[in-house]
C-alpha cells in the first residue's frame, strides 16, 4: 500500500512506489582471483584505486601493449565516465630491469665495436660473427649436436629437416633462434658480395650477445642505461597519445623509488619473510608463506607455483647465476647484488638493484597503502608477477587481500600465432598505424571480450571496419538531415512535431538499447555486446527513415545519435563537438568544414535542383539532368561533399565527408558508370544485330516467290513457281508438296510487303 502524506494545507499525498525491478543488473568483473564474474565493491564511495603494470621500456611498443593497454583505457573510461566512480589510475615505467640493462649494453658495444670499421666487412668482422654464432648456437640450440668447430653446411642440414611449425607450439623461440642463425649463415657465407649494412642487420643477433659476455662489464657509466630507458619511456607515451589513451592520474618511475624499495624490503626482512644471501641479494622466501595459515601463495594461478620456466624467465636472464643461494627454487628476487656492468645502488646488504616483482608493490603502496580495488595488466602476468606482488605486499603489511580484483587482459595473437618482443616476431605500433587508423585499431580491440584472446586477423578487421562505415554513414545522414531541417525552418516552414506510431516505435527502440547496452557494461564491461546493441539501433533508425519518408522527426533521430555518441565517446573514440558522431577528421578552431561552407553549398544545391527538377518536369532535358549529375558526382564529391537526391519534393541531402568516404563514393560512382557503359555497349551491340537481321530479311524479301524454287534440287515447277518434280525427275509426295506451298506462302507475303514498301 501507497504512503499517504497530509500537507500543511490538508492535501494528501501519495508517495510514488518505485518502479525499479528487482532484478536490476549490478556491476560484476571478471576477478582472476576467483576465477568467476563478481559484484565490483569498491573499498571506499569517495574513490576506486586502480593500479595497472606499465611499460619495461627497452625497445619500441606493438600492438600486444596496444591490445592491452586500450583495453584497459575502455575498462578504466567505463568506469569513471558511465558508471561515474572517482578514478585514481597509478600505472608505472619500469625503467630498471635486465632487459633494459642487456639492451642498453649491448646497443652501446656493438656501436663501439662496429663504428671504427668505416663501413667495412672486414676478416675480423667476419671472425667475429663465425664465433658469436658458434656460441649463440650452443647457448640457444642445445639439440644440434655440434663438432668442436661450427659446421655451416651441417647446420643447414640440421635445420631443413626441422618441422618448425610444429616445434614452435611447444618451443616458440626455436624457429626464432634457427631463423637468426640462418640469417648469419647466410651473411658470413657470402660476406665479399654483401653491403655492411645487410651484414650488421643479418649478424647483429649472435654478435651482441658475443661481445656482452666479453665486454659487458667494462659498462659501467649510468647515463647508458638511463638514456636507452628514457629514449623508449618517450616513444611508448607518443604511441600511447596516438592510440588516445588517457595518461595515468600519476605516473610512477622505478629508478625515483629506490629509497622506498630498499625500506619495503628492509620491512618484508624484518617480517621474516625475506632472507639475505651471501652476495647480498635479498629473497623471498615463498614456502614459509605459503606455510603460514594467514597467508596463501599464487592466488591468481596456484597451477603455476612450481612452474621454473615461469618463475626463471621472471627473474631474468641476469639473475640466475647463483641459484644455490636461494632456499627454495620458487623464492624470487627481491634485492639483486649488482654484478659489473650493471646499475646498482646503495643498500643495507650492499650494493645492488630492485627485484621486478618489488618495484610495483612499492609503488602502488606509496598511493594505496596495504590495499586497493583494481590491479590491471596481461594475463602472462599474473604468475609469477602479480602473485609475487600480492605475496610480498601482503607479507609486508601483514594483511590477507592487499588487491580485491585482479583484472587481466587477454593474450594477442596475429593471425593464428601468438606475438611477443622475445620471439621477434611482433608489429610495432608505429607499423599497424601506417597501416589501421586508431579508431578501427580500439574497434578491434572493443569488438572482443576484455579477458578473452585476441585473435586480429581478417575477418575481425572487417567486422570493425563494417561497423565503423555504418557508424560513420548514419551520423553523416543525422547531421545531413538536421541541416535539412534546420533551413527549412528558417525558410518559415511549419514542421509537424506529433509521433506517430514509426516514432513511437523508434523511441521505444532507444530505451530497449539503452538497457541492453547497461546490461552489457554491467555483465563485465561486455563491450562486443554493448555495441552490437548500438549497431541495432542505427539499423532501426535507418529503416525509420525510409519508412517516414518526407516527414522524417529529426529531433527524434538527434536524440538516437546523441546516445551512441555517449556511449562510444566513454568506449575512447574522439568525438565531434556538437556530439553528433565521432571525428572525421581534424577540426579548423574557426569552425569545422561543414559549419563553414554549408551556405555555399546549399546555394548551389539548391540551384541544382531547381535545375534537375524542371528537366524531369518537362521531360526532355537531357543536358541539364546530365549537368546537375555531374555537379554532384565529379564537382561537389571532388570538394567532399555527397549530395542524395530525395523524391517526394524535399530538397537534396547535404553531407560533408571524409577523405576515405569520397574515394568509396568515388569507387562506387565509377563502378556505377563502368556498369552503365557496359549496359550503352549492349545495347549498341543489339542494335546491331537487329540492323543486320533486317538487312538480311530484306535480302530475303527481295526475292520473288515465283523464282525462289528454281534451283537444280528441283526438275518441273508449276505455273506459280513451286516444285511438282525432285532432280531425279520423280513426283514429289503430298507431304512434300504442302511443306514447299506453306514456305512459298510465306515467301509470297514478305515479297508483297517489301514490294508495296519500295514503291
Known amino acids: ?306 612452474d621454473m620456466e615461469l618463475i626463471e624467465d621472471a627473474e631474468g636472464s641476469l639473475s640466475l647465476d647463483h641459484p644455490e643461494s636461494k632456499l627454495n627454487p620458487s623464492d624470487f628476487a627481491l634485492w639483486k647484488a649488482s654484478k659489473s656492468g650493471e646499475p646498482a645502488w646503495p643498500s643495507p646488504w650492499g650494493k645492488g638493484r630492485p627485484g621486478w616483482h618489488i618495484e610495483c608493490s612499492v609503488m602502488a603502496s606509496d598511493f594505496f597503502g596495504d590495499g586497493m580495488d583494481i590491479h590491471s595488466g596481461g594475463i602472462d602476468l599474473a604468475f609469477p608477477h602479480h602473485d609475487n606482488e600480492s605475496a610480498q605486499s601482503e607479507a609486508r603489511f601483514g594483511c590477507k587481500q592487499w588487491v580485491n580484483y585482479f583484472l587481466h587482459t587477454g593474450h594477442l595473437h596475429i593471425q593464428g600465432q601468438k606475438m611477443s618482443k622475445s620471439l621477434k616476431n611482433f608489429i610495432t605500433i608505429d607499423e599497424a598505424l601506417n597501416t589501421y587508423s586508431a579508431r578501427e585499431l580500439r574497434l578491434c580491440f572493443a569488438l572482443v571480450q576484455w579477458n578473452s584472446p585476441l585473435d586480429f586477423k581478417d575477418s575481425l578487421l572487417s567486422e570493425a571496419r563494417g561497423l565503423e562505415s555504418a557508424f560513420s554513414k548514419f551520423f553523416q545522414r543525422i547531421r545531413a538531415l538536421k541541416l535539412d531541417n534546420e533551413s527549412r525552418l528558417e525558410a518559415g516552414e511549419l514542421i509537424s512535431k506529433k509521433f506517430g506510431p514509426l516514432e513511437k516505435k523508434l523511441l521505444q527502440d532507444l530505451d530497449t538499447s539503452k538497457t541492453k547496452v547497461h546490461a552489457a557494461l554491467c555483465d563485465n564491461l561486455a563491450t562486443p555486446l554493448a555495441l552490437r546493441a548500438l549497431s541495432d539501433l542505427v539499423t532501426q533508425s535507418n529503416t525509420y527513415i525510409s519508412e517516414v519518408g518526407a516527414d522524417v522527426k529529426v529531433d527524434l533521430l538527434i536524440q538516437v545519435v546523441e546516445y551512441i555518441t555517449k556511449i562510444v565517446g566513454i568506449f575512447g573514440f574522439t568525438i565531434r563537438p556538437d556530439q553528433l558522431g565521432w571525428e572525421e577528421g581534424k577540426e579548423s578552431k574557426s569552425g569545422s568544414t561543414s559549419d563553414i561552407a554549408m551556405p555555399y553549398v546549399r546555394v548551389l544545391a539548391q540551384f541544382r535542383d531547381l535545375v534537375r527538377q524542371t528537366a524531369i518536369d518537362k521531360g526532355d532535358y537531357k543536358i541539364l539532368l546530365e549537368a546537375s549529375d555531374r555537379v554532384r558526382d565529379k564537382d561537389l564529391l571532388a570538394l567532399n561533399v555527397a549530395l542524395d537526391d530525395r523524391s517526394q519534393g524535399q530538397s537534396s541531402l547535404i553531407k560533408f565527408v571524409s577523405e576515405k568516404e569520397k574515394q568509396e563514393l568515388i569507387q562506387q560512382q565509377e563502378e556505377k558508370e563502368k556498369q552503365q557503359e557496359e549496359k550503352r555497349q549492349k545495347k549498341l551491340l543489339q542494335k546491331k544485330q537487329n540492323e543486320e537481321k533486317e538487312k538480311a530479311r530484306l535480302e530475303i524479301a527481295k526475292i520473288d516467290p515465283k523464282e525462289m524454287f528454281r534451283t537444280a534440287e528441283y526438275s518441273e515447277w508449276d505455273e506459280d513457281g513451286i516444285p511438282t518434280k525432285d532432280k531425279e525427275g520423280e513426283e514429289l509426295s503430298k507431304s512434300a508438296r504442302k511443306k514447299l506451298t506453306k514456305q512459298w506462302k510465306q515467301q509470297e507475303k514478305l515479297h508483297e510487303k517489301f514490294a508495296s514498301g519500295s514503291k
Open 1 to 306: 500500500m501507497s504512503d499517504i502524506t497530509t500537507t500543511s494545507s490538508g492535501q494528501c499525498w501519495i508517495k510514488p512506489e518505485t518502479k525499479i525491478s528487482k532484478d536490476e543488473p549490478t556491476l560484476k568483473l571478471y576477478n582472476t582471483l576467483t576465477h568467476t564474474k563478481v559484484e565490483f565493491i569498491p573499498r571506499s564511495k569517495e574513490e576506486v584505486t586502480w593500479y595497472s603494470c606499465g611499460p619495461t621500456v627497452y625497445n619500441v611498443s606493438h600492438m600486444g601493449h596496444a591490445r592491452n593497454y586500450v583495453t584497459i583505457d575502455i575498462n578504466r573510461r567505463i568506469l569513471q565516465d558511465y558508471f561515474n566512480y572517482n578514478v585514481k589510475f597509478v600505472q608505472n615505467v619500469t625503467d630498471i630491469d635486465d632487459k633494459i640493462i642487456l639492451k642498453a649494453r649491448q646497443e652501446y658495444l656493438f656501436k663501439q665495436y662496429t663504428d671504427p670499421l668505416d663501413g667495412k666487412v672486414t676478416d675480423g668482422l667476419v671472425s667475429k660473427a663465425r664465433e658469436g654464432l658458434s656460441e649463440y648456437v650452443r647457448k640457444n640450440l642445445p639439440e644440434f649436436k655440434e663438432e668442436d668447430t661450427f659446421n655451416g653446411p651441417q647446420f643447414r642440414t640440421w635445420a631443413s629437416a626441422l618441422d618448425l611449425k610444429q616445434i614452435g607450439l611447444t618451443k616458440p623461440k626455436v624457429p626464432m633462434h634457427v631463423k637468426a642463425c640462418l640469417a648469419a649463415l647466410d651473411a658470413i657465407e657470402n660476406a665479399s658480395t654483401i653491403s655492411f649494412e645487410s651484414f650488421l642487420s643479418s649478424t647483429k643477433d649472435v654478435i651482441v650477445p658475443l661481445l656482452d659476455l666479453e665486454l659487458g662489464s667494462t659498462v659501467t657509466d649510468p647515463a647508458i642505461f638511463r638514456n636507452c630507458s628514457a629514449f623508449w619511456e618517450k616513444m611508448y607515451d607518443s604511441d600511447m597519445r596516438r592510440l588516445n589513451v588517457l595518461p595515468p592520474t600519476v605516473t610512477t618511475r622505478v629508478s625515483e623509488y629506490i629509497p622506498e624499495i630498499v625500506d619495503f624490503v628492509a620491512g618484508i626482512v624484518e617480517q621474516g619473510f625475506g632472507y639475505v644471501t651471501k652476495d647480498g641479494s635479498v629473497y623471498f622466501n615463498t614456502a614459509k608463506f605459503d606455510q603460514d595459515p594467514n597467508h596463501t601463495y599464487a592466488k591468481n594461478q596456484p597451477w603455476s607455483k612450481h
